[in-house]
């Protein structure tokens, strides 16, 4: 079982990225997928979470900005960040739980997933 993110790097404020996890060992469409993120100093904080049928979770520091997606033929999640400020400079992590849905609050919570990829550097600077 194994969580491979990518996409991350060093975009000016105003930028997007898109963000990847492929999933391998497992379907990823039968998890709740989640991305995290965290930055120096501080606790890791759910960015977004997306059931197995469709439904969608954001935190409000992101909301109407980032995207969450699934290719269920490719087994990948993604994450697409639009105007992205500064503020959102951090390691970003993919994370699948057991159980087909994002369960409101705990979906932003690591406990509520068993699986993680190692992380993704995402720097906003100019």
């Known amino acids: 079982v194994q969580l491979q993110a990518s996409g991350g790097g060093l975009v000016q404020p105003g930028g997007s990225l898109r963000l990847s996890c492929a999933a391998s060992g497992f379907t990823l469409e039968h998890y709740r997928t989640g991305w995290f993120r965290q930055a120096p100093g501080k606790e890791r904080e759910g960015v977004s979470c997306?059931?197995?049928?469709?439904?969608?979770y954001y935190s409000d520091s992101v909301k109407g900005r980032f995207t969450i997606s699934r290719d269920n033929t490719n087994n990948t999640a993604f994450l697409l960040m639009n105007s992205l400020k500064p503020d959102d400079t951090a390691v970003y992590y993919c994370?699948?739980?057991?159980?087909?849905?994002?369960?409101?609050?705990?979906?932003?919570?690591?406990?509520?997933?068993?699986?993680w990829g190692q992380g993704t550097q995402v720097t906003v600077s100019s």
């Open positions: 997306i059931s197995s049928d469709g439904t969608i």
């Open positions: 994370a699948a739980g057991g159980g087909y849905y994002c369960r409101y609050p705990m979906w932003s919570g690591p406990s509520d997933y068993d699986y």
